[in-house]
């Protein structure tokens, strides 16, 4: 069964602190999806990145990036110079591509605080 | 593109009525569309896959006669909350599947917080 998890519940920084939001994930398949959400007070998702699991290569867009390592099943999302703007709780989720109908699993999400 | 809309985005209800909730996806056909539950500081929690002209699917442990789901057409599709009570506040969030060639992409509506009191 596929499961992701986030192991910070809450991240708590200061602005420009720049701040890493860990995932780690589980599947059997070896063709997948990976994602990264941001949900910000208003509640509406706000979709970051998609991953598809041939493609390692670590991506960056602007003060976001993305460390994927299959080794150890872990899609990582840091943000350089943190704003106040970034508060929001951030979601992960895996997608495998042999479930019908496009099914995500979403892991816990991890709160973040910027303080200024 | 993309745009996935639901309404209305609060509603406020009585025990006991029913409430129902739609998604639309403004500018695509979407054959599939997922329903997600999310109770404050938790996740989302997929209740149902709904496909146009069939039954949902539901989730273990979503009770399919108290949530109804209809997708009568490519673009809406319609949550009730029949005989709501306060445990059944939350927000709701739908999501639309998108087909293209080689692409399964979801997108999400923006929710819709209700609270029964």
């Known amino acids: 069964a596929q499961k992701v998890t986030q192991a910070q519940t809450e991240i708590s920084v200061v602005e420009k602190e720049d701040v890493t939001l860990d995932c780690v994930y589980e599947?059997?398949?070896?063709?997948?999806?990976l994602f990264w959400y941001k949900q910000p007070p208003s509640g509406e998702l706000v979709f970051l990145i998609r991953r598809n699991s041939f493609d390692e290569q670590n991506e960056i867009s602007g003060r976001y990036s993305w460390n994927f390592q299959k080794s150890t099943s872990s899609f990582n999302f840091t943000i350089t110079a943190s704003q106040v703007v970034d508060s929001a709780v951030y979601f992960c989720a895996l997608r495998e591509a042999g479930t019908s109908g496009s099914r995500l699993t979403f892991g816990e999400g991890t709160q973040l605080t910027v303080n200024p | 593109g993309a745009v996935v809309s639901q309404h209305p985005s609060w509603v406020i209800c009585k025990s006991g009525t029913s409430v129902k909730i739609e998604c639309r996806s403004l500018?695509?056909?979407?054959?599939?569309m997922f329903w997600y539950r999310q109770f404050p500081k938790q996740s989302l929690m997929l209740m149902a896959t709904?496909?146009?002209?069939?039954?949902?699917?539901?989730e273990q442990g979503v009770e399919k006669d108290k949530f109804l789901i209809n997708h009568a057409s490519l673009t809406l599709s319609t949550l009730t909350v029949t005989s709501a009570h306060p445990e059944d506040s939350s927000f709701y969030i739908c999501?639309?599947?998108?087909?293209?060639?080689?692409?399964?992409?979801?997108?999400f509506g923006p929710g819709t917080r209700l609270t029964v009191t």
């Open positions: 999501s639309a599947r998108f087909t293209g060639t080689g692409v399964y992409e979801q997108y």
């Open positions: 599947t059997r398949d070896t063709t997948y999806y």
């Open positions: 709904s496909n146009e002209g069939s039954k949902a699917t539901y």
């Open positions: 500018d695509f056909q979407a054959t599939t």
